[in-house]
């Protein structure tokens, strides 16, 4: 069974210091990960994704997250955070597409970031 | 064109309106999804189309009724809703497993959503 969890539900950071979200995942076969951000009142925006290629994945907006097999998570960070970042992030885990199926996303419960001037 | 487009923004509806939610893409992409989401929630996932045939529906009340009239665009019916089917409606998609050689990973592409509210 796949599932992810996010182990803070609100994160706060002050504009300019580090960023990070904590995910971990639980898949009984290769995972799929994203990130994706969501603005107020807007949709989902994918930050990154890693599909099994470099451990270490960049994303936009200067978002970069480590795959750990061993640790069985995919944590989120940024190295000075901005104003513009303040939102709900969520990680998530794909099943495989099947042919003729489509696929389904497993969605964390999200983290909100807050970022103080 | 990278962007999933969905209509209207926002819709306003009582309990005994027939209304409809538009969504389209023109990424080539063979699969397409429905998904609401509640305030401070993940979105949930409510229909799978892919090849144009609904091959998902996750139990969702005969209410809303998704049609896929072609591969670019998908509709989603609404009649006799509750108070409590108000949401954010979004749309999805992404490639097919059989498109463009053996495409595997279930990246999917979000639209910006429609807010609708029911009174």
């Known amino acids: 069974a796949q599932s992810v969890t996010q182990l803070d539900s609100h994160v706060s950071v002050s504009e300019g210091t580090p960023v990070l979200l904590r995910c971990n995942y639980s898949?009984?076969?290769?995972?799929?990960l994203f990130w994706y951000v969501q603005h107020p009142n807007k949709g989902l925006q994918l930050l990154l994704k890693?599909?099994?290629?470099?451990?270490l994945v960049k994303g936009i907006n200067g978002f970069e997250a480590e795959f750990k097999k061993s640790e069985t998570s995919f944590h989120l960070t940024k190295p000075s955070a901005h104003m513009s970042d303040a939102a709900e992030y969520f990680c998530?885990?794909?099943?495989?597409?099947?042919?003729?199926?489509?696929?389904?996303?497993?969605f964390g419960q999200g983290t909100e970031l807050s970022v103080k001037p | 064109d990278t962007e999933v487009t969905q209509t209207p923004k926002h819709l306003v509806m009582g309990m005994t309106n027939k209304k409809s939610l538009k969504c389209e893409q023109h990424m080539g992409h063979r699969a397409m999804y429905w998904y609401k989401q509640k305030a401070k929630k993940p979105p949930e996932l409510m229909f799978v189309?892919?090849?144009?045939?609904?091959?998902i529906n996750e139990s969702v009340p005969s209410r809303f009724s998704p049609e896929c009239p072609n591969s670019s665009l998908l509709n989603l019916h609404l009649h006799a809703l509750q108070p409590e089917d108000s949401a954010l409606y979004l749309c999805?998609?992404?490639?097919?497993?059989?498109?463009?050689?053996?495409?595997?990973?279930?990246?999917?592409?979000f639209g910006p959503g429609t807010r609708l509210t029911v009174l």
């Open positions: 998530v885990v794909s099943f495989p597409l099947i042919y003729n199926q489509g696929g389904k996303l497993i």
């Open positions: 999805a998609s992404s490639y097919q497993s059989g498109d463009r050689g053996r495409v595997l990973v279930n990246e999917q592409f």
């Open positions: 189309y892919s090849y144009e045939k609904l091959s």
């Open positions: 898949s009984s076969y290769s995972p799929s």
């Open positions: 890693y599909t099994s290629a470099a451990t």
